[in-house]
């Protein structure tokens, strides 16, 4: 359907931002939650696959197995794409279609029907005239190298570097910007440490030698890349936190401290300064020895990086826990006998006051500006894009057809203006993607929670623009570059 006859406009586009000559429109996407064709063209199991088919792991006993069929809709996703007048499109490749037969020992034979999805992806998108952003992990890790040991193995490190040159070999004369990693903390912390993302497992040891492994990836990757593409732009994106201390007690801003150590230190510092925050090292001693540090890997992985992606959307509060009562953590993710944090028994994780997203995420715009002038702050000179930022609300369809989501529209409309205020202050940022271009698999949660500006109806597959495509759309035509 069309964006002009479907969405009638009830907000109007955010006025005087203060954003760079060329800044970047766009929207964003992961693999395994919307290209669907599960077992098509020699792709084989991702770990989430096998995660969404273990029964009582994902709301609803969903699976990505269809998703938004973008797989063979691509086209029509396209289209789409361009009549919202989207300058560029952060997509992820699904590793399982690129090298099915991949082991801990190596890649094994490249799956050219997989390459042909994204090459013929590639060729839709330039014809368009939308520049293509590629995440190579999005967290589809081959269940062979899962069964090998996964991240907290250092062979899934070295297999993905060799995955990543071989992306850049074959696609990289059309992809404008690599990004490397998506969100390693969740990758790490939530599929190791809580398990409410695949693979389950329930390991604090495992957490901290998976940080450490997706770090060493990002490094050895970065340098494939370069290695065949040295005109490469290459990235990384973290979901960083604005954490904040509940009150200014010692112990909270001592809490506040150690969680912003293991949520954004853990990654940024070895990325960016060659090292690990000793602070953190300290605090896990109990949980790990961090002997999978190996001579020479802070080097590898402190590779040059072109942009940070930041993926941003609600604030993290803690406190000291005093043992009082049952300990609160509302970490928001899904719920979990086990905690993500590793040596955070210590410390909660209140529930804040609303207004709350469908997920349960309180909304506060201001941890966007905090953490972008953060990152300009104590890296200057570093290129920032906002990688996703979007929300969940439950959206009804109405009886012609519409979704009139102004709820969301007003999340977007104040966090594009944080986005503003950080540039007003200096920070360097060069873009903003929308999350998500469509509604899809929102991993443990399935198809409950919706977090696209395009509704699917996942029975019949039909796209309808909601109004906070419409919004999204005149806000880029006022303020295209």
Request: glycine share 10%; aromatic share 10%; charged share 20%.
């Amino acid at each position: 359907m069309s964006i002009q006859t479907t969405i009638s406009a009830t907000t109007q586009p955010s006025a005087g931002l203060h954003l760079p000559e060329g800044f970047l429109w766009g929207a964003a996407t992961a693999s395994y939650q919307i290209e669907g064709a599960a077992a098509a063209d020699g792709r084989t199991t991702s770990i989430w696959d096998t995660f969404s088919h273990t029964p009582g792991k994902v709301q609803g006993g969903d699976t990505g197995d269809v998703a938004d069929d973008h797989y063979n809709r691509y086209r029509e996703d396209v289209a789409l794409m361009k009549e919202l007048g989207l300058q560029a499109y952060r997509f992820s490749i699904a590793w399982p279609r690129i090298t099915p037969q991949v082991t801990a020992h190596g890649l094994g034979p490249v799956n050219e029907a997989g390459l042909d999805f994204y090459s013929r992806l590639l060729d839709e998108l330039l014809e368009a005239g939308i520049s293509p952003a590629a995440t190579l992990y999005h967290w589809d890790l081959p269940q062979a190298l899962e069964d090998a040991g996964g991240w907290p193995e250092r062979a899934t490190a070295e297999r993905f570097a060799e995955y990543a040159g071989l992306v850049a070999a074959r696609l990289g004369d059309r992809i404008g910007t690599f990004i490397t990693l998506n969100e390693p903390w969740c990758s790490s912390y939530l599929g190791y440490g809580s398990g409410v993302h695949a693979p389950g497992r329930t390991d604090h040891a495992a957490v901290l030698a998976a940080v450490h492994h997706l770090n060493l990836g990002h490094g050895l990757a970065a340098a494939a890349i370069r290695a065949e593409r040295p005109e490469a732009t290459i990235g990384l994106t973290l979901n960083l936190a604005w954490v904040r201390p509940q009150t200014e007690a010692p112990a909270d801003v001592a809490a506040a401290e150690r969680v912003d150590g293991l949520q954004n230190r853990v990654f940024l510092d070895p990325v960016l300064r060659g090292s690990y925050p000793q602070d953190i090292v300290e605090a896990t001693a109990s949980v790990s020895d961090w002997s999978f540090v190996k001579d020479g890997d802070l080097d590898l992985i402190h590779q040059p990086l072109d942009v940070l992606g930041v993926n941003y959307y609600s604030p993290t509060v803690v406190r000291a826990y005093d043992g009082v009562g049952e300990r609160e953590e509302a970490d928001g993710h899904g719920a979990s006998s086990a905690s993500p944090w590793p040596a955070c028994g210590d410390i909660e994780f209140p529930q804040q006051p609303g207004p709350y997203t469908d997920m349960g995420w309180s909304i506060d715009a201001r941890g966007m500006t905090e953490l972008l002038v953060r990152m300009h702050r104590e890296h200057p000179g570093l290129e920032l894009m906002v990688t996703e930022n979007g929300a969940a609300f439950p959206d009804v369809v109405g009886p012609d057809g519409t979704i009139d989501d102004t709820d969301r529209i007003a999340y977007l409309r104040d966090h594009i203006e944080a986005v503003s205020d950080a540039v007003a202050a200096g920070a360097p940022v060069r873009g903003y993607y929308v999350w998500s271009l469509l509604d899809n698999f929102e991993w443990g949660y399935g198809y409950s929670k919706r977090f696209g500006v395009v509704h699917v109806d996942y029975d019949t597959q039909q796209r309808t623009p909601k109004a906070s495509a419409r919004w999204y759309r005149d806000l880029v035509r006022a303020h295209a570059g």
